[in-house]
């Protein structure tokens, strides 16, 4: 990477940085959420309220096919990302990377992983680390997302 690259990174992670600390639970800093969109009685719904809790530029639903079927995305931001969840792990991070590749700038992501199961979950967090991305874990309280970590 050229020296005029890694300044425009530094650039950022220091602006993400400085915007995480405005507050314990800001995350005004990810513009882009990604969210699991499958198993789980009720799940569904913390997944919409972190949806709704702030404006996000981007939203990213990995659904399985029931929830491509069933869920109707209320935000214009939303691209449902399907995934076959009978594939092997390895196979579901490389299906999730490739759907993923180039569609999102962000140095950071809000991540929600309320949804779906732990094989989804960690095909979706292997396939964030590979496209290099940094990612704060996000749910909601008292209708806000809280960023889990920040008031350690």
């Known amino acids: 990477m050229s020296s005029t690259g890694n300044h425009v990174r530094e650039s950022q992670l220091y602006s993400s940085v400085n915007k995480f600390k405005k507050g314990p639970s800001s995350c005004q800093g990810m513009p882009t959420l990604l969210a699991c969109l499958s198993t789980g009685k009720g799940t569904w719904s913390e997944v919409n309220r972190v949806m709704q809790a702030q404006p996000w530029n981007k939203i990213f639903l990995i659904a399985n096919q029931f ?21 092997e792990t390895p196979a579901l ?5 490739k759907q993923l590749q180039g569609k999102i700038s962000d ?21 964030v680390l590979e496209l290099g991305l940094n ?7 008292n209708g806000q997302v809280d960023v889990l970590g920040l008031k350690r």
Request: hydrophobic share 45%; charged share 20%; glycine share 8%.
């Open 67 to 87: 929830g491509m079927e069933n869920y109707q995305p209320n935000s214009q931001h939303v691209q449902m990302i399907p995934v076959d969840t009978f594939l």
């Open 93 to 97: 991070v490389e299906e999730i990377k």
């Open 107 to 127: 140095f950071e992501v809000g991540l929600n992983l309320a949804s779906g199961s732990g094989k989804e979950h960690m095909a979706l967090l292997e396939a």
């Open 135 to 141: 990612f704060r874990l996000v749910t909601v309280q």
